[in-house]
């Protein structure tokens, strides 16, 4: 096999990556071992959160109180905006608006009544909590507390209540989770018989906190649909994975990877790379019962940090980068991992593989150690996205700079995916 | 100081020793309060590797703890087959053991009563696929697994339901003596927050690895030697039975599967301080390395978590048993003694009950209660090796009976934690029952055990507590979040020292979780006595 990129992880990086090669014309391939952090975050755009452990209200400008290093140093500020420019017209061309302004945080409500800063939110997620707000739950959805998430709403001075709306009749009355309910609403019908019972519970309430699964195959359309039969703004508060948000948004990169040509191997991990020199010539990668090698010109690397699978902790403190055995700082043993508060800081979730200002992987010398190898998101190098708060920010402003960077090459593959885009997935 | 109650014998000490000293008194028609410092197990009862023993460990060298064992092992699943997990277990040879100990462990399993059988190399294959490839000889013994909670609570059940009392979170703080005798004991109502007194005829030390403290508290010399097992949490179970090195007992030679998960068994070191229940890094190391020579599919497996226990042994006086701290505790019997203060130190009403192991606390029991019924009076002979525990109908436990309860019930919308299958029935009980904390939670439903550590069950399990409590769901200690960080924080003191590979994973996702999605900043940090409180033992 043969692409021209061969992209490695289908996270936040890895789509908007290859997305956005694609649509530079580059012909690509995506190889995903499987879901990424679109399944597991809270459904935002983060871009900085948090410095020092103290909010950030003004993102960009905050950029320059990180740590020399820093991803975001790295690709400048313009990459980080290019970036949060370009998923806004990608997410809203797929019908997932994004609200929020790169220069103000904003306060995403979660399932257990905090509000973590964040930047970009889907318009389900949004709305601002005003005056009375009423929590309600769908009766027999487990992983939404109104008790719990009120009671801490209350402390931060909202006055907030508890309540729940009747499940109405369906085929699994018995077993369902975020996933199935929120398929269970993409239907008008189910809706409509849901309505009734979530506008008695939100009754006398100016904002209602529901959790985040309102549809999951038609974009915002049954949240705003929804929303305008209660008669009262909807607000989405994050809960537990899977992201329903986040399902969301993985269906529309696959819908527009897919119009735009890419190839797409899911399931089928990359494990090695094949080299002359200083260049990798061949990504190798599992298929059925086989390895298999796709020859290319440039790959791509966003398998993650150790979180994400791209790193192996080891018993002794190494470091491996699992795809192209890349260079990683370790640690004096393994204890030195993780930090002695579950809830603190724990310096393995910023360990990740360092990288020149083109994103090229460099040695200890800080020489690349390849030329044709790029790294992004959160394989990166000093940056701690939960801590920080910047994980999708790092996501789409690497992936800007490698677009930049790739799309200028000339390919020796081009005019394999030349058509025009198809029109944008809903 | 108020007082708080009269009884004829006090017992200190929470632990199944404890609990099965009550359940005799209590069989034998004697009044009988038992107080316990924390919550019941939470001390060695609750920190070991859940093997209920055959004796087949200790043939070699210390025959009369083996035929107390296998004359336990049977009135066990006699009495209280619920708790029991009848897995068996095998003995397996390596290259490089000594055949040589193979045949004085066969001579002392006849002459201790234990049934062996001898496998070959395939048919111990058979009955454990994961063995390692170079077992060369394997030998079947009457091993099991066994579940101290359960065994606790049906044990403690049993007790109330014929008028005894348990009184937990009353740690002993003082004894009164009149000349030879003492009158009452004094104990701290830690939810209260002050002392009370117990009057009392008689009292039973039972506390385990703690019952010098005790002797201290009413002034008799005990000498007890800490022995510190660690032990280490694998995530899944690996073996059908138990599995045994056949050599001298040493580090890392047992693997016990228990519930959803395996424990890799143990190191014996001596230490100053029962209370010492720290696991040092490289004695996981060795129990991994130890244990996959017999299973090697543990070399890359999941490590959960370590934890410690202290083993109750008891020095006693004559001969030098035991060394220095740092040295090994395999030296000194597993079997049990009673001291009768009375004649040993001239304190007339107190016994105590030392050594032993779960595996026997029903003989410990019954040992200590004939003589106290001799010197009371009571002439009622012991029945609890044949009264069967609240629970026994219900026939052994089986692994998949869980699994079975949910399906049977439809209840898989209802599970609040996959791993361990508990259903929201289960833990609306407990909340019903007065358990306010997930730790106690934990302990009684094994909610946050399973491999997943709590990335999902925990919340889950807060946010019902939340309900529960409505609008007294206050700030401070008392709110949910605050007890959810505990438990999170509680949880990861046995886990960050066991975290490489696919748990370093687990752990990273678990955080993002945690703080990430949620955003607690960790800022309810456990004050000293929550975390006193919430000391819980593992396993």
């Known amino acids: ?426 | 100081m108020s007082h708080l109650l009269e009884t004829d014998v006090v017992v200190v000490g929470g632990g199944v020793t404890g609990v099965a000293v009550l359940r005799d008194l209590a069989l034998r028609g004697v009044d009988a309060v038992l107080v316990e410092r924390f919550d019941l197990g939470t001390g060695t009862s609750g920190r070991w590797h859940g093997l209920l023993h055959s004796g087949a460990r200790y043939a070699v060298r210390d025959q009369e703890s083996a035929r107390e064992c296998i004359e336990e092992n049977t009135t066990l699943r006699r009495i209280a087959p619920h708790t029991i997990e009848d897995i068996g277990g095998l003995f397996v040879l390596l290259p490089g053991d000594d055949e040589a100990y193979a045949a004085k462990f066969v001579e002392g399993c006849r002459a201790s009563g234990i049934p062996t059988e001898e496998l070959s190399q395939a048919a111990a294959h058979r009955r454990e696929p994961l063995l390692a490839p170079d077992v060369r000889l394997a030998f079947a013994v009457p091993d099991g697994g066994i579940d101290s909670w359960s065994l606790l609570r049906s044990m403690a059940a049993d007790a109330e339901a014929r008028g005894c009392r348990v009184l937990v979170r009353h740690p002993l703080v003082g004894a009164e003596r009149d000349g030879d005798r003492i009158t009452a004991v004094r104990v701290h109502d830690a939810v209260a927050g002050e002392d009370r007194t117990i009057g009392c005829q008689w009292v039973v030390n039972a506390a385990g690895a703690w019952a010098g403290e005790v002797g201290r508290m009413a002034g008799v010399p005990i000498t007890m030697i800490a022995g510190k097992g660690v032990m280490v949490v694998m995530a899944s179970r690996y073996v059908r039975g138990v599995v045994n090195a056949c050599r001298k007992p040493a580090d890392g030679d047992i693997i016990v599967p228990q519930h959803e998960v395996a424990i890799l068994g143990t190191t014996s070191e001596q230490v100053d301080s029962a209370d010492d229940i720290s696991v040092p890094p490289a004695d996981v190391d060795r129990m991994i390395d130890m244990c996959a020579q017999m299973v090697p599919a543990i070399a890359s497996g999941r490590v959960l978590r370590a934890f410690a226990g202290s083993r109750p042994l008891y020095k006693a006086e004559a001969p030098a048993v035991g060394g220095e701290a740092g040295g090994d505790t395999r030296e000194v019997s597993r079997t049990f003694t009673v001291l009768d203060h009375a004649s040993r130190d001239g304190l007339g009403n107190m016994f105590s009950i030392v050594g032993g192991k779960l595996t026997t606390c029903r003989q410990m029991a019954e040992a200590v209660v004939d003589r106290l019924a001799e010197r009371m009076g009571v002439t009622t002979p012991c029945t609890t090796a044949t009264e069967p525990l609240p629970g026994a109908d219900h026939g052994t436990h089986q692994v998949a009976g869980p699994l079975a309860r949910v399906e049977r019930d439809q209840a898989y919308g209802e599970l609040i934690c996959e791993c361990e299958l508990v259903t929201r029935g289960q833990v609306r009980e407990a909340i019903a029952a007065g358990l306010t904390e997930l730790e106690d939670l934990r302990r009684r439903l094994r909610v946050g055990y399973g491999p997943c550590q709590a990335a999902f069950c925990a919340w889950r399990a807060a946010g019902m507590l939340a309900e529960a409590k409505g609008d007294a769901a206050a700030a401070g200690d008392g709110h949910p979040l605050a007890g959810l960080e505990r438990f999170l924080e509680e949880r990861w003191r046995g886990q960050w020292a066991t975290i490489w590979g696919d748990q370093a994973r687990q752990a990273l996702l678990n955080h993002a979780i945690y703080r990430g999605i949620f955003d607690l900043q960790g800022l309810g940090v456990p004050d000293e006595a929550a975390a006193a409180l919430s000391q819980a033992g593992e396993g």
């Open chain 1, 1 to 426: 096999m043969r692409a021209d990129v061969v992209v490695v992880g289908a996270g936040p990086a890895g789509l908007a990556a290859a997305t956005r090669l694609a649509e530079a014309g580059r012909q690509v391939l995506l190889l995903a071992r499987g879901n990424g952090f679109t399944h597991w975050g809270p459904g935002a755009v983060d871009v900085l959160g948090r410095v020092g452990g103290e909010p950030v209200d003004q993102p960009l400008a905050a950029i320059d109180r990180l740590p020399e290093g820093h991803p975001y140093h790295l690709v400048g500020r313009e990459a980080v905006r290019d970036g949060l420019d370009w998923f806004s017209r990608f997410s809203a061309g797929a019908g997932l608006p994004h609200i929020g302004d790169p220069e103000h945080n904003r306060a995403q409500v979660t399932a257990f009544g905090t509000l973590r800063p964040t930047c970009l939110l889907p318009e389900p997620a949004a709305g601002v909590l005003q005056g009375r707000v009423a929590v309600v739950n769908v009766a027999g959805f487990r992983d939404f507390s109104p008790g719990l998430c009120a009671a801490r709403l209350r402390e931060a001075g909202i006055d907030a209540t508890p309540a729940s709306a009747p499940l109405p009749a369906w085929d699994h009355d018995r077993y369902f989770t975020g996933v199935e309910l929120a398929r269970a609403i993409d239907d008008a019908g189910f809706r409509s018989r849901l309505a009734p019972g979530l506008a008695r519970a939100a009754a006398g309430a100016d904002t209602v906190v529901v959790p985040a699964v309102l549809g999951l195959n038609r974009g915002h359309e049954p949240w705003a649909d929804l929303q305008a039969q209660v008669g009262t703004p909807l607000v989405e508060a994050a809960t537990a994975p899977p992201s329903i948000p986040g399902l969301r948004l993985f269906a529309a990169y696959r819908s527009r990877l897919e119009a735009l040509g890419v190839r797409w191997q899911f399931g089928f991990p990359a494990v090695g790379v094949e080299r002359d020199r200083d260049r990798v010539t061949a990504v190798q990668s599992e298929g059925a019962s086989r390895v298999l090698s796709t020859h290319c010109q440039e790959l791509v690397l966003a398998t993650g940090g150790v979180a994400g699978n791209g790193i192996e902790a080891n018993r002794d403190g190494t470091l491996s980068e699992k795809v192209a055995g890349l260079p990683v700082q370790g640690f004096d043993g393994r204890l030195a991992y993780l930090g002695p508060r579950f809830l603190g800081e724990h310096p393995l979730a910023a360990a990740g593989v360092r990288v020149d200002a083109e994103l090229r992987p460099v040695g200890p010398d800080g020489e690349p150690v390849a030329a044709n190898i790029r790294c992004v998101g959160g394989l990166l190098a000093a940056h701690d996205p939960t801590i920080e708060g910047s994980r999708e920010g790092v996501a789409l402003a690497t992936a800007a700079r490698v677009a930049a960077l790739l799309a200028a090459t000339p390919s020796a593959l081009r005019g394999a995916n030349l058509e025009p885009p198809g029109p944008p997935a809903r």
